[in-house]
Nanobody, 124 residues
Framework: QVQLVESGGGLVQAGGSLRLSCAASGRTFSSYGMGWFRQAPGKEREFVLAINWSGGSTYYADSVKGRFTIYRDNAKNTVYLQMNCLKPEDTAVYYC?????????????????WGQGTQVTVSS
């Protein structure tokens, strides 16, 4: 069992930056691919980006390439989402996810565990 707890959300102006953290419980964190999804009001949850178990491979949605970065620290059981050049359309609840499956061609496979989500609001 893995529990995921996100933090770092908040309100930021367009063009600003935020860093989200996702702390995982359990000793098997390094066995999982990790990722971030987001859900805006009235929209379906969408994939944002993912990282493999070692941190050596990442996969990004086109909408965030060049602006968002994912990285992990297995010693701290934590994965991070650095968001730069934020836009109002990035406003959403951001969810951390863990999956036993990761591929460099599509990111995460079926999600095994979800965090509770953290709100990110970007004002124009």
């Amino acid at each position: 069992q893995v529990q995921l707890v996100e933090s770092g959300g908040g309100l930021v102006q367009a063009g600003g930056s935020l860093r989200l953290s996702c702390a995982a419980s359990g000793r098997t964190f390094s066995s999982y691919g990790m990722g971030w999804f987001r859900q805006a009001p009235g929209k379906e949850r969408e994939f944002v980006l993912a990282i493999n178990w070692s941190g050596g491979s990442t996969y990004y949605a086109d909408s965030v390439k060049g602006r968002f970065t994912i990285y992990r620290d297995n010693a701290k059981n934590t994965v991070y989402l650095q968001m730069n050049c934020l836009k109002p359309e990035d406003t959403a609840v951001y969810y951390c996810a863990a999956s036993r499956r990761y591929a460099s061609t599509y990111g995460l496979g079926p999600v095994d565990y979800w965090g509770q989500g953290t709100q990110v609001t970007v004002s124009s």
